[in-house]
């Protein structure tokens, strides 16, 4: 039987982000922006606002850390497309 890991909600993302960040490796995200999509990259910041937060992958994509959906491989629980 097929296993995936979850979390309840796209904050819990965050100290993984920030451990891809600091160690400077590859972060491989779904998330929902006009539906379904992904990147992939280095981040390179993590823009935490009161009113929004971001992840940006090698200074040009920034992807809204609420419309996270999975990284590497970790997925919201609520999330049951894979």
Do not use: H, W
Not at 2 to 27: H, P, W
């Amino acid at each position: 039987m097929d296993q995936r890991i979850t979390i309840k909600s796209s904050k819990g993302f965050l100290e993984l982000l920030q451990t891809l960040m600091y160690k400077n490796e590859v972060a491989s995200i779904l998330f929902e922006e006009d539906g379904l999509d992904r990147a992939e990259g280095v981040i390179s910041e993590i823009l935490l606002k009161p009113e929004e937060a971001f992840v940006v992958l090698e200074g040009t994509k920034r992807i809204r850390i609420d419309s996270l959906i999975g990284v590497n491989g970790l997925f919201k629980a609520d999330y049951t497309e894979c």
